[in-house]
């Protein structure tokens, strides 16, 4: 009996306990939807997390073999749910690029608009989600409240706020209303002053820098090792923004910067989303300043017969590069549709760097990947 | 100093307790919505030819159309319904109609607590109009 209870003791010479294995997720709130990670936790340390991924998986790449290229359009707004616009964008882009369509000068001025704004609309959720999973409601509420006249403006010009299904192949669907430019002018004004509200509410919180300061970093190496793109590898470091580096629509008529941070770790993620969005304000404004007359919708036939061929595309999404690559049999459907999605490759370093931390880190570091699960599963 | 980054913060939300209040008190204020809001479907029956062409543009088949041919070979609409538990509110429908016999409207409350009431029927014809159009042949 004695010598049994022996072995039950703590001993301080080999504090090794027995690790023990725990769920996150599915049903978790800091999961952003139906994640799940199984860690193995030796006492507070994490030594391994494993990701299960397709809680949300719907078929959507499936779906669209059975949808004509057109009818295909709404589904991409329920990939990266945050951002529609630039799922839009893409898609239509890609299907360009295979017909060889022209788009008209106004309707490239309309889609640069709209994919900035949902660019900072969904860096606004991931700074109010950030700022919720490490505690701090009021973070959430200020970064709401501006999202919310982003999607006022969605509303205004396509009648939907989340899945705007805005954008079509060889143009867009209508003109902006009469209105839209001088409510797009007044938030461009205001939203520098906000992001200096967030500024002084979440950045410079000492409770928020201790929490993430140090937190998970990710090296340039292991960021390129493990295919990461978009803000999570520009905060290691690396300036490659697909805007910069292979422009397409007309990004290179813009005057703007590639902000990077030096550390990759969870702070240096979130803060490289405020300087983003700042980025994004100087590209709205140049093009309501050079914002030109003319059609929105090229000369497109109503019913698409795309030339047999496959075509791959890929934009700057707002999470990272998002592809699409499409085959084309001659027919009005897709052969095959496939979606290279950012989220999902992005999810794939949580492991790696989340490792060695506690499951509050962990938490921290989930946030700052900035995953959508609709995009993970497709 | 540590802590000056608190008191920043609270400074902030401080100013905003004085400024003017952004919620919408949502059941008793109506929210002021966009003339192209995407609500429910609205259709003019008179405009409407039963061409079909919304019913073959909407991705999800919610669309269906009833008509008869008329002495003269022409379709006349006689039920027109929607299946709104599939709707994606993606608006192809609305813009494919050659006749603008399809809009939007602005009721967007159309949560329901029976699967059998999100068929909405649009128009419906009486039978002795039905009769009436198919009889004459």
Redesign the interface.
Known sequence: MEKAMEREVFRADSPRTETITMNMGPQHPSTHGVYRAVLTMDGEEITHIENHVGYLHRGIEKLAET?TF??????T?RLDYLGAMLNNLGYAQTMEKLMGVEVPERAEYIRIIMAELQRIASHLIFVASYAIDLSST?GWMYCM?DR?RIL?LF??????RL?T?YMRIGGV??DV?PGFLPELQRLINDLPACFD?YD???S????L?KRSIGVAPMSAETAIAYGVTGPNLRASGVAFDLRKAAPYGIYDRFDFEIPTCANGDTYDRYYIRILEMRQSVRILQQAVDSFPEGPVMAKVP?VIRPPKGDVYHQIEGTKGILGFYVVSDGTSKPYRLHIHSPSFVNLGVFPEIARGGNIQDAVATLASIDIVLGEVDR | MYGQGLVKGLSITLKHFFGRAVTEQYPEQKPVLSPRFHGMLALDAVRCNACGTCANWCPNGVIQIESVRDANKKRVLTGYALDMQYCLFCGLCVESCPQNALSWTQDFELACYHREDTLHKLYQAEVSQVEAASGSE
């Open positions: 949808r057109t009818q295909f359009m709404p589904y707004d009021t409240r919310e006022d509303d205004m010009v396509c009648g939907s899945t299904n669907a209508e209303p509200e002084g509410l979440i410079g919180n000492e409770i820098q109503k």
